[in-house]
């Protein structure tokens, strides 16, 4: 199982920035995936998941109706389309094969991606 993140770089608030995890080694129908990220000196938490069975998503309230994951079957990627992005989601933004509850809660598995930062400036 691999996952590797790419996109990531500077954006501007108010801008966007669409993140890619690219995905080999296992299906869709096997495990969800969801992105989480960790900001300097704070804990991992979780942004976004979107499930194995059903494509059901979770957001974290802290990004719901700015952020929108989607998957493609057909080229075993997730992607993360950011929306007016704030300086509060800088971070390191990883995709992990996840353990989804539906829309409410979501926790990341055994395997993970390298990071990808994103840096988000006035």
């Known amino acids: 199982v691999q996952l590797a993140e790419s996109g990531g770089g500077a954006a501007k608030v108010g801008g966007s920035l669409r993140l890619s995890c690219e995905t080999s080694?296992?299906?869709?129908?096997?495990?969800?995936v969801g992105w989480f990220r960790q900001a300097p000196g704070k804990a991992l938490t979780g942004v976004s998941c979107i499930g194995s069975s059903d494509g059901t998503t979770y957001y974290a309230d802290s990004v719901k109706g700015r952020f929108t994951i989607s998957s493609d079957g057909a080229t075993n990627t997730v992607y993360l389309q950011m929306d007016s992005p704030k300086p509060e989601d800088t971070a390191v933004y990883y995709c992990?094969?996840?353990?989804?509850?539906?829309?409410?809660?979501?926790?990341?598995?055994?395997?993970w991606g390298q990071g990808t930062q994103v840096t988000v400036s006035l």
């Open positions: 992990a094969t996840a353990r989804q509850f539906g829309d409410k809660y979501c926790e990341p598995q055994d395997h």
């Open positions: 080694g296992f299906t869709f129908d096997e495990y969800a």
